[in-house]
């Protein structure tokens, strides 16, 4: 078993891992670093550009790395709709002669990444369910288990080979009061432990915070008291969160609808990943807000709200990085006209993830709002990556005989090896430290 790590192991995103078994191997994820996107962008929507010009920028693997492999991939899988483990597909994929395996979730979005970008995939996209197998080779099996994180239809991928089993999970939760879907399948966690795991890839984000990651319910809670228990009467409120969070906009949307407010969602993201949940019937918001999609319409739509009063409304939008060619800091700087008055609320139920780009874009975002008087609530969030204590409970429910932290930055990783030395792992020998463009034999 041989361990191709070529993004996401120097950095927070841009994941993607080879595993090559003598003439076969898999590829899990394939995403964009968003810090060098939104950079070279201005925004996080996925465009038809160049691939040569986004791996130069560094927003996408650089997979020259496999090359000599090339002809041995026979399934690319990505875990779930993130950016930042299937947003390359479209510049990388065709590369490879390989059908995409993903839940229907994901490969909705796929889909619905290709229509709008007008985007051709020589590779066919095979739906593969929670909690089922796949037998792609007489030496590899593909396994979907079910996961909890901050979208739908999360798993955790065992790739059972001739040469062991391995764990891929990137990313993760244990939520066991999901408000979409079902807790995780830690039956079957135990089940794969008992069998035997050769290798474990893990999600190390977190993993310096000797905490428990809350479950989405408390973030449910913290925008209940911002929404119903803040006086906003006679006020605009405006919410921002991430596009591909269907839990947390469902609350939002409740919450909306208490408050008596008409709720309209406006940017092309949140359309977007609304639409692959109620194309698979996981959701369906549409026949409670109203969804506007493009730039013109959301200018003549935001036109007619402020004449009817904002205070009708309870609007959502893109923009909880602060990303300049989103809707909300398009409203900020009056690309898009709607006059903020003092005292409207702006909450971001998100938390600013820890990148140059997005710090200084959220400081000159909120700066504005704080001038034009506007009340701002931020960190209305529970992340959706597993923290110290639920890594440690992974650990010991999969007993891996390897470890290879991934999804982090060198201090991250660290910090989950730390984790491993308590479990009696060592460095080298069974806890491997990688970086982009690496590779390691496992025996």
């Known amino acids: 078993?041989?361990?191709?790590?070529?993004?996401?192991?120097?950095?927070?995103?841009?994941?993607?891992?080879?595993?090559?078994?003598?003439?076969?191997?898999?590829?899990?994820?394939?995403?964009?670093?968003?810090?060098?996107?939104?950079?070279?962008?201005?925004?996080?929507?996925?465009?038809?550009?160049?691939?040569?010009?986004?791996?130069?920028?560094?927003?996408?693997?650089?997979?020259?790395?496999?090359?000599?492999?090339?002809?041995?991939?026979?399934?690319?899988?990505?875990?779930?709709?993130?950016?930042?483990?299937?947003?390359?597909?479209?510049?990388?994929?065709?590369?490879?002669?390989?059908?995409?395996?993903?839940?229907?979730?994901?490969?909705?979005?796929?889909?619905?990444?290709?229509?709008?970008?007008?985007?051709?995939?020589?590779?066919?996209?095979?739906?593969?369910?929670?909690?089922?197998?796949?037998?792609?080779?007489?030496?590899?099996?593909?396994?979907?288990?079910?996961?909890?994180?901050?979208?739908?239809?999360?798993?955790?991928?065992?790739?059972?080979?001739?040469?062991?089993?391995?764990?891929?999970?990137?990313?993760?939760?244990?939520?066991?009061?999901?408000?979409?879907g079902k807790k995780p399948d830690y039956d079957r966690i135990r089940e794969l432990g008992r069998k035997g795991v050769k290798c474990l890839i893990v999600d190390s984000t977190r993993a310096d915070q000797p905490v428990k990651t809350p479950s989405e319910k408390v973030a449910r809670e913290m925008l209940r008291d911002v929404l119903l228990g803040v006086d906003s009467k006679g006020k605009a409120v405006i919410v921002t969160t991430f596009s591909s969070h269907l839990a947390r906009l469902k609350s939002i949307i409740e919450f909306g609808q208490k408050m008596n407010r008409k709720v309209v969602l406006l940017g092309r993201s949140l359309a977007k990943y609304v639409e692959a949940g109620e194309n698979i019937n996981l959701i369906k918001f549409s026949d409670q807000v109203e969804i506007v999609k493009y730039g013109k319409q959301i200018k003549n739509r935001l036109k007619r709200i402020e004449k009817e009063g904002p205070e009708k409304y309870l609007l959502v939008v893109t923009g909880h990085q602060g990303e300049p060619k989103s809707t909300l800091s398009k409203m900020v700087r009056r690309d898009i006209k709607f006059h903020f008055k003092p005292e409207d609320h702006v909450i971001f139920s998100c938390t600013i993830i820890p990148s140059e780009v997005n710090i200084t874009n959220r400081k000159n975002l909120e700066e504005e709002l704080n001038h034009l008087g506007v009340r701002v609530f931020r960190d209305i969030h529970v992340s959706g990556h597993a923290a110290k204590e639920d890594l440690r409970d992974l650990i010991n429910m999969l007993k891996p005989q390897h470890i290879i932290p991934a999804h982090g930055n060198i201090d991250m990783e660290m910090s989950l090896a730390n984790l491993a030395i308590e479990k009696g792992y060592k460095m080298d020998k069974n806890i491997h430290i990688m970086k982009d463009g690496s590779n390691l034999v496992i025996k």
């Open 1 to 180: 078993m041989r361990i191709h790590t070529i993004g996401g192991y120097n950095e927070v995103g841009k994941n993607m891992t080879a595993v090559e078994i003598d003439n076969e191997a898999v590829i899990l994820d394939m995403g964009i670093h968003l810090e060098s996107y939104i950079r070279y962008t201005e925004d996080e929507d996925i465009e038809n550009l160049s691939a040569e010009e986004l791996m130069k920028v560094g927003a996408i693997p650089d997979d020259s790395v496999i090359e000599s492999i090339r002809n041995k991939v026979k399934a690319i899988i990505p875990t779930h709709a993130h950016l930042d483990h299937v947003g390359a597909i479209i510049y990388l994929s065709n590369k490879y002669s390989a059908p995409i395996f993903c839940t229907p979730f994901t490969a909705e979005v796929i889909n619905a990444i290709i229509k709008d970008e007008k985007i051709r995939l020589k590779n066919p996209i095979k739906i593969l369910n929670i909690n089922s197998k796949y037998v792609l080779s007489k030496d590899i099996t593909i396994e979907f288990v079910n996961m909890t994180h901050s979208t739908p239809q999360v798993v955790m991928v065992a790739l059972h080979t001739k040469d062991g089993t391995l764990v891929y999970a990137n990313d993760f939760k244990f939520d066991n009061n999901p408000i979409i």
